[in-house]
């Protein structure tokens, strides 16, 4: 009994006691301390540097031509320019070699004779060639020789990196702006993946060394894969240097060059690329071909290499299709030995 009351009387305090406890509000843990950077502004936005404001302008006259965002991003990804390709076009030499200098160097006897054989390897295909676009066979295989050594030597130069470099920089800033825009049609159409496509230190492409706008006029697939494809395909290579000689005004049939002797006294003051007459009034002159063989019924020039003031004994006759070489490099040193060339390997 003592024990019960004892209990009754203490169930007041103790009910007061739990009501208080529920009561007493529970405490709120602190807040861990923020880090000191969640308190700081943004950065503020990267300001662009001048080449890659240049850039944004190529990419939206590109966007323009048709020139997917996507090639566009692959393409100037990481892009800036290069340094050794301003190194090289602040320094062309000055041309100094004289004709005889020149014509051993580019015309050796080891490449007439990888010339002849890669002729004889290739002839069914040039035949082929040659019915289509009108161009004498052995005519793309000198140019070949002459430009990259049959293939052998086509450039390590990233054509975008070279041409955007030289647009940004270079010494004709406006001519490598198109050739830059031009190349990058090329991509978008699907001639050649980004990384395959290499060239000289200012952008001139696979075998037949064309800059991307001639790729544009003259490159053609001859191979019928669907891509004009002048890196690797020797036969859209080939064809292709044929396409540029046919478009130049290439004349089916007729020469290119003769080498000549010319009589004693003659006047010197006759010679010149422009200065073009009948070949029988040559004859009247006492010009005779070198072999003492006929000379066809055109009209042509004669050229003294060297003239007026080297060293050069040779005297060649130059007709229309030498023309024709000279717009694919218009350097009569040029032209003289691409058809050297020709006619030493055909």
């Known amino acids: 009994m003592q024990n019960r009351r004892a209990l009754l009387a203490a169930a007041p305090l103790l009910l007061a006691t739990r009501a208080g406890l529920a009561e007493t509000p529970v405490p709120t843990p602190p807040r861990p301390p923020q880090h000191p950077q969640a308190h700081r502004p943004a950065a503020p936005k990267r300001e662009k540097t001048p080449f890659e404001r240049f850039l944004d302008g190529v990419a939206e006259d590109a966007r323009k031509a048709g020139v997917a965002p996507h090639t566009l991003a692959a393409a100037f990804q990481g892009l800036a320019p290069n340094a050794r390709v301003l190194e090289l076009?602040?320094?062309?030499?000055?041309?100094?070699?004289?004709?005889?200098?020149?014509?051993?160097?580019?015309?050796?006897?080891?490449?007439?004779?990888?010339?002849?054989?890669?002729?004889?390897?290739?002839?069914?295909?040039?035949?082929?060639?040659?019915t289509r676009f009108g161009v004498a066979p052995q005519l793309p295989v000198a140019i070949w020789g002459m430009e990259t050594n049959f293939g052998g030597n086509t450039g390590g130069f990233s054509v975008i990196e070279a041409?955007?470099?030289?647009?940004?920089?270079?010494?004709?800033?406006?001519?490598?702006?198109?050739e830059l825009l031009a190349a990058l049609k090329i991509l978008h159409a699907g001639h050649v993946p980004l990384a395959h496509m290499k060239g000289s230190w200012a952008g001139a492409?696979?075998?037949?060394?064309?800059?991307?706008?001639?790729?544009?006029?003259?490159?053609?697939?001859?191979?019928?894969?669907?891509?004009?494809?002048?890196?690797?395909?020797?036969?859209?290579?080939?064809?292709?240097?044929?396409?540029?000689?046919?478009?130049?005004?290439?004349?089916?049939?007729?020469?290119?060059?003769?080498?000549?002797?010319?009589?004693?006294?003659?006047?010197?003051?006759?010679?010149?690329?422009?200065?073009?007459?009948?070949?029988?009034?040559?004859?009247?002159?006492?010009?005779?071909?070198?072999?003492?063989?006929?000379?066809?019924?055109?009209?042509?020039?004669?050229?003294?290499?060297?003239?007026?003031?080297?060293?050069?004994?040779?005297?060649?006759?130059?007709?229309?299709?030498?023309?024709?070489?000279?717009?694919?490099?218009?350097?009569?040193?040029?032209?003289?030995?691409?058809?050297?060339?020709?006619?030493?390997?055909?």
């Open 89 to 130: 076009d602040g320094r062309q030499p000055e041309f100094t070699l004289t004709w005889e200098q020149y014509r051993d160097r580019v015309v050796p006897p080891a490449r007439v004779d990888q010339g002849r054989r890669l002729f004889q390897q290739n002839r069914v295909l040039l035949d082929a060639i040659s």
């Open 163 to 178: 041409l955007a470099t030289l647009a940004y920089d270079g010494r004709r800033k406006a001519f490598f702006r198109t």
């Open 205 to 346: 492409m696979g075998q037949p060394q064309f800059m991307p706008t001639s790729f544009e006029r003259y490159a053609v697939d001859f191979d019928g894969d669907g891509h004009r494809n002048i890196w690797d395909s020797r036969a859209d290579a080939l064809a292709s240097i044929a396409n540029y000689l046919a478009r130049s005004g290439w004349r089916a049939g007729e020469p290119w060059i003769r080498e000549v002797v010319l009589p004693a006294g003659f006047d010197l003051e006759q010679t010149g690329r422009e200065k073009r007459r009948q070949v029988q009034e040559w004859l009247d002159a006492g010009v005779r071909s070198l072999d003492g063989g006929a000379l066809p019924a055109l009209e042509a020039a004669v050229l003294l290499p060297d003239a007026p003031n080297g060293p050069s004994n040779q005297a060649f006759m130059v007709f229309n299709n030498f023309n024709a070489i000279r717009r694919y490099n218009p350097s009569n040193f040029y032209a003289l030995a691409v058809g050297l060339l020709a006619d030493a390997v055909g």
